[in-house]
């Protein structure tokens, strides 16, 4: 009888969730659809510049929209933040539409005042790793050929020496002693005149993301103005969808009378961070609280005391919180939404999600930086019904599954995922045989294998780009070969992903040396040159050759099968 009752319940959903659908895409609705020449679906609605998405949070007046330790700005004081910002561009440092400026800070509002001052001015922002080290943030920095850095002081520290001067810089903070361009405080008290905003065209470069794939360097993702406000419509239908198709879910959101609230974990340079939560909160006029660095009690203790409504992580975030005894008390009283991303959770976290909060808006969703996070998603009823789904493609999004895309397979069969849509980036910067060897006739090759269901969802079972996704962050397994390959004693490294509790999955390392090492020598030697979310947790050593195949490529999975992983 439960059987049947589920497959009534699913039935009745897809009808109801497709009826929905179809009323939001309507041709007289805000997201009614276009299609070009190619087959590719856009929103007609949607801004047509990144400036333009931004601009919408001004009619949103006076409303709460940060908090950050001591810090709280309104929507208007954020604003007259960021033009005071945008005219000392302009004014002061001479800078022109088109140059790019790389930020590198942990979240915190200057972070924020300082994106959107790039965006108005016409320059293209640059976000980079923070948790990266010298030789990560020089190599981003010298890549993208900054004219600007915006830093805050540990990661000054981290580029000072070996600094290139011709690059300018812009400190967040520090002693007074650091040789750099200016400082953020003494830019804040100029006097200038109100700011020119930028009207650039939807086909010029807005965004430059660094993500890590299978190279052992980072890419630059390259985004058009057009692209990112697709990007950000999308997820306003997905809200809109969400909210059509779970009404009894957003009744107790409505009837709490707070303001909608996020906590904000997700580092912003991330497309999790910047596109579905800063930049779709601001356009949206809801209100953030920041987080510098995740801990789960000063988690608890800001949903708390500042009444959050919604909270997104990586799976190993939301373990955590809701792992935490205090989670089930008032603690967690306002919580109406709970979001996962960054990488695939496990069923008991799913079990305990739909457990703990039976009458919260959950959802998750499937995305990649090169198609700015926009794929599949799902949130309320339909997470319920299909928890271990990414959900249904967003309607720009075409996705195919197969060798290639021209050849798909029929629903239900496994294979490569192919993606295609408006929201897709315009390349990799500076690597045109990259570009071109990541595309077939416009559809995006994902590295993952999935299939489309018979209910048509995105389930993704496997991936074939060789990086490792430890608590939602890209790792590439060649970098960490690299650098354990350039210690004196080693002969050969395979790195691969070994599965985790809490993050996932962890660095797992195959190292053949000379002659024997320590696991802690060899960390250490490795700490110096990588990021410490980089570093392998496991090591194995062995003195005889890794195994390889007759054209010498590492076979990772028999290393793997050998020592038991």
């Known amino acids: 009888q439960r059987m049947s009752a589920k497959m009534t319940d699913t039935t009745t959903f897809l009808d109801s969730g497709r009826t929905c659908m179809q009323q939001l895409l309507h041709d007289q609705s805000p997201f009614a659809l276009d299609t070009d020449e190619r087959g590719v679906k856009s929103f007609r609605n949607a801004p047509t510049t990144l400036n333009a998405a931004i601009q919408e949070g001004r009619r949103h007046g006076a409303v709460p929209f940060l908090l950050w330790q001591d810090q709280r700005y309104n929507l208007e004081e954020f604003f007259a933040a960021a033009d005071h910002l945008t005219a000392v561009f302009q004014q002061s440092l001479g800078l022109h539409p088109g140059q790019r400026v790389a930020i590198a800070m942990r979240n915190r509002p200057e972070w924020m005042i300082a994106f959107v001052a790039c965006v108005q001015a016409g320059l293209v922002p640059v976000p980079l790793n923070s948790w990266g080290l010298h030789e990560e943030l020089l190599y981003s920095i010298e890549d993208a050929e900054v004219a600007l850095l915006i830093c805050d002081l540990p990661r000054w520290q981290q580029v000072a020496e070996g600094w290139p001067e011709r690059i300018r810089v812009l400190l967040l903070e520090g002693t007074g002693d650091e040789p750099v361009t200016a400082r953020w405080e003494a830019l804040a008290e ?19 993301l660094y993500t890590s794939g299978t190279t052992s360097r980072a890419k630059g993702v390259v985004s058009t103005n057009q ?3 697709q990007a950000l419509h999308a997820l306003d239908y997905q809200a809109a969808l969400a909210g059509m198709s779970s009404p009894e879910r957003i009744k107790p959101i409505m009837a709490s009378g707070l303001q909608p609230t996020a906590l904000l974990c997700f580092p912003l340079f991330h497309v999790s961070g910047l596109h579905a939560q800063f930049l779709s909160m601001l356009r949206n006029g809801r209100r953030m609280v920041i987080m510098y660095k995740w801990d789960v009690e000063e988690a608890l203790r800001l949903i708390e005391s500042e009444r959050c409504t919604q909270f997104s992580g990586a799976p190993v975030m939301m373990q955590e919180l809701l792992a935490h005894p205090r989670f089930d008390s008032e603690a967690s009283a306002s919580l109406f939404s709970l979001g996962l991303g960054g990488g695939a959770a496990s069923a008991s976290l799913l079990d305990r999600l739909l ?33 271990t789904t990414a959900g249904w493609p967003l309607p720009i999004v075409d996705m195919r599954v197969g060798d290639r895309p021209d050849q798909p397979l029929p629903p239900g069969s496994e294979g490569p995922l192919w993606l295609r849509s408006s929201a897709m980036m315009r390349g990799y910067w500076n690597r045109p045989e990259e570009t071109e060897a990541s595309f077939n006739d416009g559809w995006l090759f994902s590295g993952d294998v999935g299939c489309l269901d018979e209910n048509g969802m995105v389930r993704i079972t496997d991936r074939i780009k060789d990086i490792i996704i430890r608590g939602g962050e890209n790792i590439s397994a060649l970098e960490v070969e690299q650098v354990a390959a350039v210690h004196p004693e080693v002969l050969e490294a395979a790195a691969f992903a070994c599965p985790d509790s809490r993050f996932g999955e962890v660095v797992g390392l195959a190292v053949c040396c000379k002659e024997p090492l320590e696991v802690e020598s060899l960390r250490a030697f490795m700490g110096e040159h990588l990021a410490g979310y980089k570093l392998p947790e496991r090591i194995w050593f062995t003195q005889q050759p890794l195994v390889r195949n007759a054209t010498g490529k590492l076979q990772k999975s028999l290393i793997k099968q050998a020592l038991g992983v």
């Open 190 to 208: 100029l006097a200038v005149a109100p700011p020119v905003l930028h009207q650039a065209a939807p086909a010029d470069d807005a965004l430059i």
């Open 227 to 229: 692209a990112l406000g």
């Open 355 to 387: 457990t703990v909060k039976p009458q919260a808006m959950v959802g998750t969703g499937y995305g990649m930086t090169e198609g700015n996070g926009v794929g599949a998603a799902h949130a309320g009823e339909q997470f319920v019904l299909f928890p």
